[in-house]
């Protein structure tokens, strides 16, 4: 592996290894103070962000750091781009400048493997477009193996916007590969056109979808889409899809809840799924749990793109 | 002390103690190189900034770093704050990745004992609304001790727009609590409703307050205060509450003049009064002291929540 | 040498010291690890940047962080700046602040030679209006050097808006310092009124400028030239001013070429003249090794500057 453009490809081998690293790198997480050893001192990652994302510049800058390496931030607001200059003159300046690694988020699909196609140096794909995130599949995974224990025959159900989610695709693609099976539900107008052909069950009623599910990850759902006619309302939209304690409870059995972030709070998840971890209720928020397991996941990949 | 959120509610002694503390940090300032002992090595510092302050974002960054911790930073116009994210999210999110400490500015008066109440993290509040800036107040109080060799006693008078100033709120509460007498000047506009109830003095002119005062904290005038109806122009704020000369000549009294900055020259304090630090003229400068005792305030504040 | 504003003035010996320098510390950059002596630890850069200039900037950070020094940086955007503070006040505080150097970029010329008045920290320009722009000259001349191993008896032509760059100016200067020729190659309304007084010789055909050259420095075109008078349109610059293999192809010789970047690509440089770095073609594409060379150059004068 050298780069990390997505989880498409991998084989589950490569997969296990990652998320055994992370597993252990989750666990000095919940030391205190979190040491580690520094296999990257001397190293410079650049985080080339052309979207913005606190969240998850944060976590890859701490994840960097906890191994010793050197962050330097380049965000498009502040960047040549406005001067018109080209995605791959931009990279190749920063190589140029021998930074060791690139860490990269970008609006269009297909940017990461772009970037890794005129750079020997490792790439990150820290969010392309509509194609894939696939740190954030890995730290769903390992949220999910270390809730089940395993992840093959877990039954994964994806709810919400598929349609434009580079995070279900890397959830798909990743989780089928360890032997999960998945189910997506959303309204057809928030479906991509050949969702058969992805091997993925399909509901488009959430009380059948939770029935079937033994996990399910919420997907964040973008305000626009109420204005770009994919939904009729925010308020419809939410009545029907909005994880609640009220469809919950008709299902009557504990389901763990994962939520790639930032939340729509009473959009699509309401206030007590997205923050009760324990009974009583029908829900287990794993929110918190993803969150400390993506920096741990940014360690392994780090770790394996750049340790010498 | 968890957090420091205010100097509200905070006895003298613990006051003394972070203004020791800092005393001793600023004498090492003044070495080259200016080199400590690294007690805050392997904790990361989050600097949430929801409002722009280089200056002050500036002095948290080198005093963490001076102790040896790293700093991220957060700022809301690259946030996911624009994504509708909530405050108390943000702060968990930050928190599941695992930093040490959030250094919050805020525009809400009380979003600092809000993060504190939602965290077990240390939380410094580097201003939130009109509420306070306990740091600010720090600083300046370490100004006054080092000029006069003590605070009790004292006569400080802050001239200016009270009615909005957190640097005032935290100054008034800290001074008194130390046994200093405080007097406000300013127009009645801007001062408080309840003014009479903080046991200041109050004046609205400024002669009388200067020949009151042992020193002066001259606050900013924003300067939409003059189209928000607060004060009839600029130009009039500026000859009646404007420090000059002419009005520290009639005093014939050396006095020290602080400002929290950055300062509007010749409008609240002139040009004159800014930038003398010793006579001839009536005026000290403290201005510059108080920027190089707000890095060992904070480095102090910092060393004493953080350190193991 | 106290500030590095610009190289009007410095001897030779002075710029064949930092270009020595500099070119033990480019061989650095060439080995993995890139492992420097860390002369710069414990002293602290302030990046102060008041345009954007993500190059630049990384370029400054990388190059200090490698001497082991750490870097603050202070845009425009999230300044005081935007409250109206002097440029004089914002220096000031930082200096207060107890920062070790400053690393300046600003829209006025003349800003740099300002700051370095008013601080006895050293000042670094990085870019001063349409004045200076020394370390980009000083890694043009060292990626010369590199190529030609020599300075003196060279033909160098500068191509492109000379009026309004500070990147041409610095480079004439220090070229002829060291001994060169200099040409410049422009429509008369982008070469400055008093062009016979600066000693290079003129062209406003560009055949007969890349006759006379050795090597070309291509200046990037600021695309608004073409909406204020200065150029008929992009396409008319572009057919006769911009480099391409047509061009060159009447030369018939290897012309190493040039760029400070960002560049336009097919407006000031044609895509093969900026890409290809050996023959076939008569061109040889310099872009690349001048960003590996900006590092070492800002090694260099940093060392030079801050360094015990």
Chains 1, 2, 3 share one sequence.
């Not at 990390?4 to 997480?29: N, Q, V």
């Not at 695709?169 to 052909?197: F, M, W, Y």
């Not at 959009?267 to 799924?273: A, M």
């Amino acid at each position: 592996m050298n780069h990390l453009t997505g989880l498409y490809g991998l084989p589950a081998s490569t997969l296990h290894d990652l998320l055994d690293l992370a597993a252990g790198y989750r666990e000095g997480l919940n030391r205190e103070p979190e040491i580690f050893d520094p296999v990257l001192a001397n190293r410079r990652v650049a985080l080339v962000f052309f979207e913005n994302s606190t969240r998850t510049r944060f976590s890859f800058e701490l994840a960097a750091r906890h191994l010793g390496a050197s962050t330097l931030s380049f965000t498009a607001a502040s960047s040549s781009i406005s001067k018109g200059e080209t995605l791959s003159d931009t990279i190749r300046n920063l190589e140029a400048m021998k930074v060791d690694a690139f860490v990269l988020r970008h609006p269009s699909s297909g940017a990461a493997d772009f970037v890794a196609s005129i750079t020997d140096r490792p790439v990150v794909n820290a969010g392309d477009g509509t194609h894939e995130h696939p740190t954030q599949a890995l730290l769903d995974i390992l949220t999910l193996r270390e809730y089940f224990g395993r992840i093959e025959g877990l039954k994964i159900m994806i709810l919400g916007d598929i349609l434009h989610s580079r995070v279900a695709r890397s959830n798909i693609i990743g989780l089928k590969t360890l032997g999960a099976e998945i189910a997506v539900c959303a309204p057809t107008t928030l479906l991509p056109g050949r969702i058969d052909q992805l091997g993925v069950q399909v509901f488009t009623g959430i009380d059948e979808a939770l029935a079937w599910a033994d996990a399910a990850i919420v997907l964040r759902l973008q305000l626009e889409r109420a204005t770009g006619g994919f939904i009729p309302s925010l308020e419809e939209y939410s009545a029907r899809y909005g994880l609640t304690d009220e469809k919950l409870d008709r299902l009557k059995r504990l389901l763990p809840v994962l939520h790639p972030g930032p939340i729509n709070r009473e959009i699509e998840i309401s206030n007590l799924v997205a923050d009760r971890i324990q009974p009583p209720g029908y829900s287990s928020s794993m929110l918190m749990e993803q969150v400390t397991n993506g920096v741990a996941v940014r360690m392994a990949v780090l770790h394996r793109l750049l340790a010498r």
